[in-house]
């Protein structure tokens, strides 16, 4: 067992196979590579990925399907070889991988979610990547506050 | 902005040091090459973008705005707390994220 001590959550013990791999790190952030997913039931659906080489970096983050329950996760051929599935792979195995937007918060201002680019893992491999979409450029931020009021659990 | 009609093998000059040529269209898309001094990046908009609010999302976990959720959170499981911990690996994720639709397209 290893363990981080995170600055948000303090320590926190995880196991190897608990570990997301993002092959390629998530643009414009360092030690990205190796994030931990923590689920608190008293803040579903929001959860975090906290690096695991920084201790300081704790990404919020919240179900796509949760920020627009309608929207349809489009994956390129490269995105798909990030995650080690084949072409048609996933659209057979739709289980085995999940997709979070990355939360965006501050004061006096409305939760976003990142639905211009998800971050989609493989729950077959831990592997994961952050997958740009073809959507509108508004997506970047999109507003959540009234999504996750509706859709948390009661 | 500007708008023009280029063909496969024309070019953009912009300013004395910038070329844009389009080497290639076909199939609705077109492959641009770009010259640029080293000094100036070059990246795709939508990655740029991306790189942007990544940075934004890194720095803007409030500890108030986090408090607000856990509170609500609590309030509404009726328990004075909760346990922090890391449960299940990422598999957990899937029972709260139900299941994903696939943009076949």
Known sequence: MSKVDSKLFGALRFEDDQIIHVRSGLPGLRHTDRLLPVSQQAIEPFLFFQSIDDPSLALLAVPLAVAKRDFKLYLSIEDRKEIDFGAGEIEQNQADIGAFALVSVGEDRVPTANLLAPLVISFRNNLAVQAIQQVPESYLRYPIEATVAREAPC | ?105
């Open chain 2, 1 to 105: 902005m500007l708008i023009t009609r280029r063909r496969a093998g024309e070019s953009l000059l912009i300013g004395d040091a910038i070329e844009v040529a389009v080497l290639d269209v076909s199939q609705g898309r077109v492959k641009l090459g770009v010259s640029a001094p080293s000094e100036l990046p070059v990246d795709y908009k939508e990655w740029r973008l991306v790189k942007e609010q990544n940075r934004d999302a890194s720095g803007a976990v409030s500890t108030a705005f986090v408090q607000g959720i856990l509170e609500t959170g609590a309030r509404r499981s009726g328990e004075p707390g909760f346990v922090v911990e890391a449960r299940g690996g990422p598999a957990e994720a899937v029972r709260i994220f139900g299941q994903l639709k696939l943009d076949s397209t």
